[in-house]
């Protein structure tokens, strides 16, 4: 059942990214009230994450799912349907508070989940959120290329979403055991572990959004592609982020959690330096599109890795959603400052934040996943 809830959210997902460069022509935005529209979301995700770690806590994670999970989709709708950009910043908003909330919900029962099967699953948890944004996605692009407004799209997916998500509530979820004890061969979970934990999730989630928010926005603005078309950058990068989280438990226990990390960063950075030479070559869309394959496939693996490894260590509701709070309000800052690079130097240079941070992550993140279980080599990775 919580995979369901994966799928309703990458769905979710793709009516928020894959319809901005629609929303952007609708409204004529512009690189900078674009940059603060996303800026307004990551407000009201940071707003709404540690409400809703004390809301887990309270309610359980299960219940906060269900309703987080029907307000967000109520959300879209309202974001689909504002007249003004101005409006449309304020639901911006109020849409991040609530995809706060679903986000934390997630990885409080996903954790659980995992705990209780005794075996690595997260990264195919995540495998049907991406399969949700790819279908997603896709829907957006037919709807779009079938003549229909970006209002349009945006107001039947969010009222297919509410329904999903009001039927998905009947059904019961497992709750939260207790934590496990600390591991008898490795160092207890410190604060500063925590942090560089989140830190790595930052990085990850910078580079998962410059695709979520840029990808479409790149390939109208740098190559020249009509904005139906320019969706599918965002199609092809979950695509491939959806192919390599299914098959990423069984590469993650064959080769540990830190080696896994630092192959995805590598390929990650290789993306990234594609879509860069998409504008400067005679490569064109498909190339920026390879490279968006690339970087799908790099990115797919690192968050997954660092919320199980977390749910191994320490598993607490309070300490996973503050993990994701810094993980996730990390990543939504980072569209709204690629936005304001590209305002003041392009968005080919914004673009170089997240590759530098890709290869912060295969350089760094295997050092801090061993200093989580430096003598492990079970199958959470080590």
Excluded: K
């Excluded at 934590?179 to 942090?195: Q, V």
């Excluded at 982020?241 to 590469?251: E, H, I, N, P, S």
């Amino acid at each position: 059942m919580i995979t369901a809830y994966y799928g309703l959210a990458g769905v979710a997902n793709a009516l928020w990214g894959a319809t901005l460069p629609a929303t952007d022509a609708r409204l004529d935005l512009g690189p900078g009230r674009l940059a603060g529209l996303l800026l307004a979301l990551a407000v009201g995700a940071l707003a709404g994450m540690p409400v809703a770690g004390r809301l887990a806590g309270r309610w359980g994670a299960s219940r906060l799912l269900c309703i987080s999970a029907a307000a967000s989709s109520l959300g879209l709708a309202v974001v689909g349907t504002a007249p003004t950009a101005e409006l449309l910043t304020i639901a911006a908003v109020v849409l991040g508070v609530l995809f706060g909330a679903f986000n934390v919900a997630l990885s409080v029962q996903a954790v659980a989940v995992e705990r209780a099967a005794g075996t690595p699953l997260m990264a195919r948890m995540h495998g049907t959120w991406t399969l949700g944004a790819v279908a997603g996605g896709a829907g957006v692009a037919a709807g779009l290329h079938a003549g229909a407004g970006v209002q349009v799209v945006m107001g039947f997916g969010a009222l297919g979403l509410t329904m999903a998500a009001l039927a998905l509530g009947r059904a019961p979820l497992p709750t939260l055991p207790d934590p496990p004890p600390p591991s008898a061969d490795g160092p207890p979970l410190r604060p500063r572990l925590m942090i560089a934990l989140g830190v790595v999730g930052i990085a990850a989630f910078i580079t998962e959004g410059a695709a979520t928010d840029w990808a479409g926005v790149h390939a109208s603005w740098v190559l020249g592609v009509e904005p139906a078309s320019a969706s599918f950058g965002y199609t092809v990068f979950f695509a491939a982020m959806t192919a390599v989280r299914f098959a990423g438990d069984a590469l993650r226990s064959r080769l540990g959690a830190a080696a896994t990390v630092r192959l995805a960063g590598c390929v990650t950075t290789a993306g990234f330096l594609l879509v860069q030479l998409a504008g400067l070559l005679p490569i064109g869309f498909s190339g920026a599109l390879a490279g968006w394959a690339l970087a799908g496939a790099g990115t797919a693996l690192v968050w997954p890795i660092v919320i199980s490894e977390l749910g191994a260590l320490s598993g607490s509701a309070r300490t996973l959603s503050l993990v994701t709070m810094i993980s996730y309000g990390g990543g939504l800052v980072g569209p709204p400052l690629i936005g304001s690079v590209a305002t003041a130097a392009g968005l080919p240079s914004a673009l170089l934040l997240p590759t530098a941070l890709a290869l912060g992550v295969a350089i760094a993140a295997p050092v801090v996943l061993r200093a989580t279980r430096p003598t492990s080599n079970t199958t959470t990775g080590g």
